[in-house]
């Protein structure tokens, strides 16, 4: 797991380190689930069965709290999460979410309502995306099978901006503004995070950018991602234009080592780097406050995929990986590397759910990796 392993991450006395205990004296992390909506209601519960047997063959316990909080919740009260929701999120040592949104609801109710404010509040400003082809997984890409590369995607600022808005509504004069931004302190510590990521795999970091059309923030862009990343040892810096890495990512998927980019960017780019790996169902994603300040994130890349959900079908690898990222952040390295072991044995095997060319459903794969697991069989 060392690719998801966060470097800049300095222990403090607080609880966001995940050390707790239980009355035994056992180590217990204490985490707060959303399943959310679609999906993220199919692929939680099947991550945290797994979870759980990782767990209790490492030794320690996994506390879960579920929130009730989504679409759902939007309906009945007419809002995402309560009024207190963030604070008792804060509580957490972590936050463990499925998918937000719901196709009859507007997304900037649902999205701006939970998934946003919880990346904003708590500072998680790295979203930690690896992408590598798994064993088992036909890419559709041709000279993918070595592909092994880490999205690191500024999550807090940049092209998602609220600084805007809409003026003569309906008339033919109408229009929308919206502004980006971009700090000196945002691009530093995203680059310096990537820095730091990539001295201890390949050392190459790609700083995605677009320099030549947006002529304000990406060249402000470059210049900090430039400085941040000046002298330091081990670590080699390339800038390529967006529209170029989107094709490169198809020609040389095996080309990248670190790639940092602005909030738009990254995700288009692991949406795209996830499909290269065989399905954006098995990408994990990690939003994470490197401080520790606060809890960090850790959910799949994909959303609540309305078009299969309810049918048994969604590939719950991207929310088990986000869930071993989670164990590592943790301290729970071992059982991490568990959980990545047994899914990846299960796709070995051949056990695949449809988005990735298989016939399982959910069940029949997380019961295969929970059999990995240590988990009995059901008996006949
Ligand atoms: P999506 O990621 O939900 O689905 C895109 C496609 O990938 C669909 O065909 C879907 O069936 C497939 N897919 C996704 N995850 C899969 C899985 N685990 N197994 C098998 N197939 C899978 O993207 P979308 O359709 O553009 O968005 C649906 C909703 O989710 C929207 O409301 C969107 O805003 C939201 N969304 C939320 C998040 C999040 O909560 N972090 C992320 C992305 C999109
Ligand atoms: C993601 C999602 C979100 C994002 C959306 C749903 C706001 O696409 O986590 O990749 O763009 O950050
Ligand atoms: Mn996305």
């Not at 929308?176 to 001295?199: M, P, S, Y």
């Amino acid at each position: 797991m060392s690719a998801n392993t966060p470097r800049t991450v300095t222990a403090t006395t607080d609880r966001h380190n995940g050390i707790s205990a239980d009355p035994t004296g056992a180590r217990v992390h204490d985490v707060a689930v959303i399943a959310g909506d679609g999906i993220g209601r199919e692929v939680v519960p099947a991550a945290i069965r797994c979870l759980d047997l990782a767990a209790a063959r490492h030794g320690f316990g996994l506390a879960w709290r579920e929130y009730d909080w989504g679409s759902d919740h939007y309906r009945r009260h007419g809002a995402m999460m309560p009024p207190d929701g963030l604070d008792r999120l804060h509580a957490h040592d972590a936050i463990f979410l499925g998918a937000v949104g719901a196709p009859d609801i507007p997304d900037t109710e649902t999205l701006w309502g939970l998934l946003i404010p919880i990346r904003r509040r708590f500072s998680q400003y790295v979203n930690l995306r690896p992408v590598r082809t798994l064993p088992g997984v036909p890419s559709p890409v041709r000279g993918a099978d070595t592909m092994d590369l880490v999205i690191v995607r500024e999550n807090v600022e940049g092209e998602y901006s609220e600084v805007g808005g809409r003026i003569y509504r309906g008339e033919p004069a109408e229009a929308a503004i919206q502004e980006a931004v971009f700090t000196r302190t945002g691009i530093t510590r995203v680059a310096a995070f990537a820095a730091e990521l990539a001295a201890g795999r390949r050392g190459l970091v790609t700083s995605v950018t677009k320099s030549n059309g947006i002529v304000h923030t990406m060249p402000f862009w470059d210049e900090v991602v430039e400085q941040t990343l000046a002298g330091r040892p081990g670590v080699r810096l390339e800038k390529i234009l967006v529209d170029a890495m989107a094709a490169k990512l198809v020609l040389a998927p095996t080309a990248f080592d670190v790639i940092v980019a602005s909030n738009l960017f990254g995700d288009i780019l692991s949406d795209l780097a996830g499909a290269i790996a065989g399905s954006i169902g098995v990408a994990p994603s990690a939003n994470l406050n490197p401080e520790r300040d606060h809890p960090s994130m850790f959910e799949p890349v994909h959303g609540s995929a309305p078009d299969i959900a309810g049918q048994g079908v969604a590939n719950p690898v991207g929310q088990l990986w986000a869930g071993a990222m989670m164990l590592d952040h943790l301290g729970e390295p071992a059982a991490a590397a568990d959980v990545v072991a047994a899914f990846e044995a299960v796709l070995a095997a051949g056990v695949r759910t449809p988005d990735l060319g298989g016939t399982a459903g959910t069940e029949e794969f997380t019961a295969a990796v929970a059999r990995h697991l240590g988990e009995a069989p059901a008996p006949h």
